[in-house]
Each structure stands twice: as C-alpha cells, then as structure tokens.
C-alpha cells in the first residue's frame, strides 16, 4: 500500500526575521507551502497556501498580510501548482487538512471543491471568535466556505491505517496541528507553523508572538520527540529546507 508526500510552492513571503525567530535582526524570505499525501484511499492536501485573488490584490487578505511583501502570481495558487506537477486536478482532492486557519494557510480552500475539510474545533472556533476577526487574524471567508467540515479533537487517523494522522500541536494559534505521515521511506511530519524553522527546533526559539508560548514549546518538545523516534520533519516555512523537499513533478509517477 503505497503512501507518499509531495511538496507544493505556493509563493513567498517576506517579512521580519523577529516573527519567525523572536530577536532576530532583519528581514527573512519565506516559501509558502502545501503538501500532496497519496493514500489508496485518496489524496489528502495539507494547507492551501494563498488565495487566488491575491495575485491581482496582494492586500486583500487584510491585516495579517500587511506583514509581508507577497511574491505571488496567478501561477502559485494551488490548483494550478497541482495542474502544473501533472498530480491531479484540485477538484480530485478528497481531504483537505488545514494545520490552522491563517491566510496562508487556508487561502486556497475555496479552490479544493470536493474535499472533506479537516480542522481541530478549537482552531475553529477561535477563528470565529469576534474580536479575532474584527482584527483580521482569521477571514472566514477563506474558509468558511460551505463545504463539508469534520471538526477534530486531538489525534485524528484519517484514514483510519495509522498511516495519515493529524495530532494537535497548538500554540501558535489556538487548534494548531501538524500531520503524521507513514510513507513507503519512512515517517514524515509535515509540521505546520508549530515549528516554522530547523532553527527554532535545535535552538527551542520561539517567534515574536504565538497564542500561547507554553504550549508552543511544548509543541517544539513534542516534534523533536518524533525526531528522535525517527521521523523526518517538514517544517512551515523553511528556506533552507525548500530545495531539498520531495517536491510535486520530480519524484516519477507511478
């Protein structure tokens, strides 16, 4: 039963090195990215990256935005990276896994049509919370979108093989989590933004804000626990881990 992970580039982002590294002088350039699981049951994205529309308005996705300068075309949405790998088409996704509900995150939701959506309920929770979205931390917009929602609690086998797993890894927001793949190679951890940078998991660095602190770190502790087990890590947003990621379109298609 063959399982596998492919990366998807939705983008760049930059912005300032203190949001991924608290203290950190200057600024970082940062990939956006999604993941395409193969399973025999179906294929499983993990993340959206950025909505389509901000190709043409890069400040239409509000305050959170305004953080960054966005390097993203027409081109970088995810249902044309997946076109472009020759993967599939976005409407041939049957779960979509949000590790959270930022705009980067979950922007291209509404571009994957037919999936199951995934979401820890305190994640969505919190992003219907008014004060958080009268700030434009979360745009329910993006995801809010009518389409079938399966709210979790805790660890979740989608599959139900043990070989696609959601476990919680909050802290940098509320419902934050990361995914557990047991692919043909080995375990992969695709981590979300609980661990952005290599960095922040052998330093235990922290960026300049999270939800909560406590739990982030503990989050840390926990991913590099599945390191030292033997799992690989993919983390959020590394620039260093970028090239060497099995990305879509160069591993061959069976």
Do not use: K
């Not at 979950?106 to 037919?114: R, S, Y």
């Amino acid at each position: 039963m063959s399982v596998t992970v492919s990366a998807l580039t939705c983008g760049w982002l930059t912005g300032a090195a203190s949001g991924f590294l608290d203290g950190e002088p200057g600024v970082i350039r940062v990939p956006v990215l999604s993941f395409v699981v193969e399973h025999p049951a179906g294929l499983v994205l993990f993340d959206s990256g950025l909505a389509a529309e901000l190709a043409e308005d890069p400040a239409g996705a509000g305050r959170m935005a305004d953080l960054f300068d966005l390097d993203f075309g027409p081109q970088d949405a995810v249902d044309r990276r997946l076109t472009a790998a020759e993967m599939c088409e976005a409407a041939d996704i049957s779960v979509l896994v949000n590790s959270h509900l930022h705009f980067d995150h979950c922007g291209g939701n509404a571009l994957v049509p037919n999936a199951r959506v995934i979401v820890q309920e305190a994640e969505w929770r919190a992003a219907h919370h008014e004060r958080l979205v009268a700030t434009d931390t979360y745009s329910p917009r993006l995801f809010d979108l009518g389409q079938d929602v399966q709210l979790v609690n805790g660890e979740h086998d989608v599959f139900g093989d043990g070989r696609v797993v959601c476990i919680p890894t909050p802290g940098h927001t509320p419902g934050h989590q990361s995914m557990r793949v047991r692919t043909d190679d080995g375990e992969v951890v695709l981590c979300g933004d609980a661990c952005y940078l290599r960095r922040a998991l052998d330093e235990l660095h922290l960026p300049d804000f999270s939800w909560d602190p406590e739990q982030q770190l503990a989050s840390l502790h926990a991913l590099a626990a599945l390191e030292a087990a033997g799992a690989q890590l993919f983390f959020g947003h590394d620039p260093a881990q970028w090239s060497s990621l099995p990305h879509a379109g160069r591993r061959p298609r069976g």
